[in-house]
């Protein structure tokens, strides 16, 4: 199983980056998947799901109406596309994916999760 993250980097305040997450060695469409966020010297934090339908999202309050995650069926690839970009949203951004037989389940705690990508680094400067 491999969730390749990718899509980081180091961008102003107000921009926006679009990571992605491509997943091998599993069936896609039996995943919710998730993003997690980890900045130095605090603990991973969620940051948003989508369930295996795709019909479902949740956002953690702090990324409401700036980020938005989706997911490609075709290509086994999970979206996290994030606008209004703050020096707080500075972190290593990971994906994760969760095996459900719930369509509509979503899960943000991140011992729920079965498989975690490596992650990749987000640097939002001032």
């Known amino acids: 199983v491999q969730l390749q993250a990718s899509g980081g980097g180091l961008v102003q305040a107000g921009g926006s980056l679009r990571l992605s997450c491509a997943a091998s060695g599993i069936t896609f469409s039996s995943y919710a998947m998730g993003w997690f966020r980890q900045a130095p010297g605090k603990e991973r934090e969620f940051v948003a799901a989508i369930s295996r339908s795709g019909g479902r999202t949740y956002y953690a309050d702090s990324v409401k109406g700036r980020f938005t995650i989706s997911r490609d069926y075709a290509k086994n690839t999970v979206y996290l596309q994030m606008n209004s970009l703050r020096p707080e949203d500075t972190a290593v951004y990971y994906c994760?994916?969760?095996?459900?037989?719930?369509?509509?389940?979503?899960?943000?705690?991140?011992?729920?999760?079965?498989?975690w990508g490596q992650g990749t680094q987000v640097t939002v400067s001032s």
């Open positions: 994760a994916a969760d095996r459900t037989n719930d369509q509509r389940s979503i899960h943000t705690r991140s011992y729920e999760y079965d498989y």
